[in-house]
């Protein structure tokens, strides 16, 4: 009986460790995947720019403290450098792309990448600061955090699914409650994109992002979920900053 149960740990034991070396030689290809960016991609890329019409700058100091606000860039900031920063119209809107690349402290270094892809579309007039996600464990700590330099506080609209499915962090209660009253809010109930497309509006624009490179692959994805988006703000509530 002893040799038995012996013989199951044992075997137990390499089960795991093959499990473990198993995930970890995922988690590195996917990462790689992610993080990395072919020279095809790169032509592709630059491929889409040239047949929409639009504008590419490799890089471009000073045009990301326009997006700060949030993740993934800093609340505030001044000379933020973007890649890859693309502007151009979609869908009858101003839009624009980038990426913003930042280093960080983890396991592989202080010399770590990490790699943040933005998508932008430009709103008519300013708005209050306001940001739609999924929820996470630590929003109303970070929340608070960045109340700091204007960030707002974790809300809820008293709608039960809603505010299970998503979590809202707003500076302006009456300007939020009065966007999300109507069909915007019954949009992103609905739709399945809106679990996995955090959504940030401040100023004069609305913008999501992902982790990861910038490929050609996710713009029309991207942009076209935003315009979406706009496509349901009420026409009652108005603009302001």
Known sequence: ????????????????????????????????????????????????????????????????????????????????????????????????????????????????????????VTLPTSVPRMVIKKPQALDKINARADAVFGGGKVMELGDAAFDEAFRVIANDEEFTRGVLSGSLAQFLMSDARAGDEPLRFQGDVLLTWRRGRLRAEHIDQKLNYLCDVLDHWPAQVQHRA
């Open 1 to 120: 009986m002893n040799e038995t149960w012996e013989t199951v740990l044992i075997a137990g034991l390499f089960l795991f460790i093959a499990a473990f070396f198993g995930l970890f030689v995922w988690v590195s290809r996917y990462v790689n995947k992610r993080d990395n960016r072919s020279p095809q991609q790169l032509e592709e890329l630059l491929q889409l720019v040239e047949s929409r019409g639009w504008s590419h700058t490799a890089w471009a100091p000073g045009q990301g403290d326009r997006y700060c606000g949030g993740d993934p860039l800093p609340m505030k900031g001044v000379n933020i450098p973007l890649r890859d920063y693309i502007v151009g119209d979609f869908r009858g809107r101003t839009i624009s792309c980038f990426e913003r690349n930042s280093r960080e402290m983890n396991a592989d270094g202080p010399d770590s990448v990490r790699y943040s892809t933005v998508f932008a």
